[in-house]
């Protein structure tokens, strides 16, 4: 017959790994309850600049694209529409990626939320660098 913990040190180990599975657990727990609370907050309050990663389903595949925001209005906002479409959530541009200048569309700031609450916007990305590519614009 096996014997499991066999003296105090190997239960003291067990115990010991299992608190650090659960801290660990809490920890991302918690880091992505601020992510969610931080994208309401951007969708919420919108700024110029903010970009958001949008979810698309079709009945064939699932798409993905970015919208840049240009301005601000009362109740509504107009975007930039990416000019990839990319297969699986991204969190920057491509390197051949940008903006296209002439490609604007308007969105409600309820149709913002809407699209938030139906998991359609899955990144809102607010002060971010030159690295992420998100300054790139053409016509």
Known sequence: MIKFFSNKKSI?????????VAIIFAAFS??????????????????TGDVYLV?????????????????????SIIVYHSSFEYNHAVKELDK???FVLDEQLIFTKNQLQ??????????VERDYGSNEGFNRMKY
């Open 96 to 98: 051949e990626d940008y």
């Open 12 to 20: 003291l180990y067990g115990c010991c790994a299992a608190f650090m």
């Open 30 to 47: 918690i880091a992505g309850k601020v992510k969610e609370k931080k994208k309401q907050q951007y969708i919420g309050s919108p700024q």
């Open 114 to 123: 809407q699209m938030l609450d139906n998991n359609e916007i899955s990144m």
């Open 55 to 75: 979810k698309e389903n079709s009945k064939e595949e699932t798409g993905y694209y970015f919208l840049k925001v240009a301005e601000l209005w009362e109740d």
